[in-house]
């Protein structure tokens, strides 16, 4: 492995333009050298933004890129099992952004490819990488709070995606608590078995598109401990992100962030400003710091820190969140 | 009725003599004429602690007594329903400690001695009277947070009782979390289905007793709205009772209480002392308020603020949470 | 000394009435057994509501009561060092309301009575038995911020007094800071030199009557630490009162109280209600605390944890930071 | 102007690397073209890491080359006065760091040839930028608060200074306090008067070299207002940056900045980790802001935010204050 990465990446959308700035700019070893979009303009854009050289609207130009090492994809949610597949094929090791896919079949067709190609695969989880969820993780692991007992995970976007969007997102466990299953697996290990309780509260337009804005998951995890995961699709007040883990030893609890640390007292109230309200204000740091630790996985060779089971299992559990709360039972994870 | 109420009390423990000293210093309108104990050196050090002037073994000597206008039931639970039944027959009102009885029809039938006397009754639900948690009621009255889509009830004990306790409490359910349940019905209304995980995660013992000691208990409100129950028997770091109501405005949610307000820098970590750790300094102005509501609502011949349905309701949740637990399914209330 | 301690209040104002109930109901081995008042009425209804037996409207009758052993003081401040010195001569022991007298030549003759007789004297400096005070005088003691290096009181009102009060108070320095120039002798030790920068920023008609409603005063204190006092007659969010006291090893700050420990989040804040008010449910515990010292101080036959020269040095101080704002210097203790 | 700038950096120490690459990455409309140091080897590096063009060791070449219309100065402290001077006859604007010097007629030169050549001038008072400071600010300008009456300022390092480096630093007030005099006249205006507490409290070394480790600075502004800023060479615990400005209306207080929002509870304490303990760290996104505004200002012909006579003001309130602590009097800001 030499001493600095080649990398390309395919998708300059929001997330897209994140990963490229990060790895032009802030990662040590990172060389990005091209980039592509089924929009040219859209890729140029982005190569001329962060000084990229090779720019293309076919993601099959990285691949066939031989001094190209891995391959970063942040395309549409559908590209991403076949790119997966395509570029383990081309050799490249790959970070990918999440989900692999809604379907298990999808998912193991692309793991597959990628085990028998040997090649590396990392998913972007990216609140792993984010300050409060480490240290909490940390204190877990040192043993600060002793053996976990019980998980709570507060998870409240903004405001609701566009109702277009809802209908084509695959639902809310799979686009927003996908990341929440996600974190509890990072957490606490294993899920046993998932109960669900959910509803439309938010707007009524969510439910006639068949989806659910608001829901309280229950998880028993392997190791015995209990969890929940609050959602929905709108906290007034802005991006609310919170964790609490209770053990023998104690309790590890995170607040929100916030623009500020200024507290205003008037004749009426004590007060600050509301907490950060963009998801990637929020967690911008954390978007930095899994780029940095893929490229420093591929140059000291290490397993990546979240690979491909990472990828699968919170899909595994969302799909039997949605049975749970279809069923109004709950459903263990093996059913699946 | 009079400017000042005559009572009498049972049961000198440690609510009864929470309960007597309450009345004797700062309840506006109390006049604690006796006190009775199946212990009699228990009641006379109650009553010359507190400058009680009557003292007895027998109960009945408040009943016979016709200027005692009410009795505070303060004695072991098994005694709740017959003293319950027995001062309604006898024409006085009545404050009982909870649970009424932990089987419905015992409560039902001292529920309809009490209605066919047309006595007023009022159940010790103390934590109603509670600032904190009545200012969230407040809020949710008020429409300071909108309409409540999420509620999470935090309640977590210091330390376990004992386990010969634990054998005779009737289990957690209805020892503990019963004054969740409350809580729950208080703040959000009556509870349409339950669905409880729980284990033994404290004490091996606790789980030989035939009891658990961790559990994590969903709700479904009739209004739609979902809330969690979080119990745990030992909080290592103290008692731990905290509310989150989220609604479609905003939330509203309470932090533990603490001896003080310093916070200490060193050259390890940011710190302040640990939360309050007893129930009654924690509750202890709940305690005096609701004695308040009480003789205030006599004084003024208005209903009492927790009244029998309130005593009844949180037990048949509790039937219901265990039901859940048992066989490992969302139980209907209406089952019950 | 016997089991419990006769006493005899005089002054049923507002303080007096506290103290009466604290004494009457919460005091172990106290036995408040009169009170007198100038005004009888007053006296009369302060005896009813708490069941004192003895009342009358002139102070000698509790001096000439021989069963009474302890006086305490709470009338006009013009008539503390006169009672105090009757009490004395009468071998009372005494606890008295702050000031004993804005006169030091006064002060002194009344605790040279006080020496004489060989009788114990108290002063009312309330706030040294607040939690949060105590917290931080703990943490000193213990060692627990290492040597004290700086120091900041901060000590605003709600809204400032009237302005007919203003004229005949002393001035701010006296009336108000001297709280503060005791909770700095409490935390730190003897000040050296002050130096003190005021001015009128509330409202104009409190500099027409010769007062100053805000100001800083510095502290240097003997142990070659500094301090400041921050003083506002009005801070519009209620009675702010914070102490930070940071050393060599750390420091330790406390917060204000609040009625409750609810947040809000809306979608224009996240708030909380204001802090406490009123300084008699701020500083209530306090209150009750310190009778509790002096009756157990009497009981014990013990020194009395504020004595005479907690009286006197905090007047000296305030003498000094007048003199220090009017001639815009520094002043030595020692030059009064 | 063009639509970019042209920039040339001297001095790639520490906080020359910091604007460097902010230049590079982060600003939009700056090229910075070259950038030169004493110690070539550091100036390669610089130029190296973050893609710069030329490299030079002779800060001339940055005023030879027509092309740089800016320079920013990081060179050390005594260089700043001449090297402004240069750049101004070399008419190039200019982006200083604090201090321009302690000597008021070497200051009083340099801004005498900015203002000759009509170029513009911005001083590095980074902590101007910062969003907590901000925020205050524009609470006091919206008039959230009032009309200031009172105004803190804490400001403590984590650790002192070799004494080595306190030899030639200037002096505390000169080197660190400079830093508040400047936030007290950004917050509150002009300065009246200045009275200096101050000792050496935390390491003895700090007073051989003839220096203070710890002060307490009263303010008294032109507005009436008064503040006081409370400096330690010492924090164990981290930097300590809080501000509190009280109001008529009001207070807004800032708390310090953390590397996380966790709370661990455990049978001990409840903790969280230490503040942010490095000044590049805490105040990273205000140096990153700082240049920003330079550039913009530049871009758009508008005067800079911290100029020639925000440089000169908190030197002479350094010199006020250093003649108040050695004469232990209050100091006219006019008699310097």
């Known amino acids: 492995m030499s001493k600095t990465i080649r990398l390309g990446l395919v998708g300059t ?23 592509t979009d089924v929009n040219l303009d859209s890729a140029r854009s982005c190569a001329a933004a962060y000084g990229i050289g090779q720019v293309a609207d076919d993601y099959r130009r990285l691949l066939d890129d031989k001094t190209i090492e891995a391959v970063v994809i942040c395309s549409s949610t559908d590209t991403h099992a076949p790119f997966i597949t395509q570029a383990a094929e081309a050799g490249k090791h790959i970070f990918c952004e999440k989900p692999i896919a809604a379907d298990l079949d999808i998912i193991d067709a692309a793991l597959s490819a990628v085990e028998r190609a040997g090649v590396k695969l990392m998913l972007g989880f990216n609140r792993r990488f984010d ?3 480490q240290r909490i993780k940390r204190a877990i692991e040192g043993g600060e709070i002793g053996t976990p007992h019980l998980l709570h995970i507060i998870s409240r976007d903004p405001s609701p995606p566009p109702v277009e969007y809802v209908r084509v997102s695959g639902g809310m466990f799979f686009d927003m608590t996908i990341h929440d299953f996600d974190m509890a697996r990072f957490l606490l290990g294993e899920v046993d078995e ?7 509260m938010v707007d009524p337009r969510i439910g006639e598109a068949g989806d659910i804005d ?7 995890f392997k190791n015995g401990a209990v969890g929940t995961i609050d959602n929905s699709r709108q906290a007034v007040y802005g991006y609310d992100q919170r964790v609490e883990v209770f053990g023998s030893k104690g309790s590890a609890r995170s607040d ?7 507290t205003f007292s008037t004749a009426q109230t004590v007060s600050r400003d509301l907490p950060l309200n963009f998801f990637l204000e929020r967690y911008l740091p954390s978007y930095q710091a899994e780029m940095e630790a893929f490229v420093r996985a591929l140059l000291d060779d290490k397993p990546m820190p979240v690979g491909g089971t990472d990828g699968r299992a919170p899909v595994v559990i969302a799909i039997a969140a949605l049975r749970s709360y279809r ?8 059913e699946v």
């Open 327 to 334: 069923e109004n039972r709950p459903v263990k994870i093996a």
């Open 256 to 262: 929100n962030l916030y623009p500020n640390a200024v």
């Open 194 to 200: 998932v109960y669900a309780a959910a509803g439309v």
């Open 214 to 220: 608001t829901a309280v998951v229950t998880l028993k």
């Open 13 to 35: 959308g929001r997330i897209g333009q994140i990963h490229a700035r990060t790895l032009k700019q802030t990662v040590p070893g990172a060389e990005l050298v091209a980039v």
């Open 131 to 133: 300050a409060n969820h």
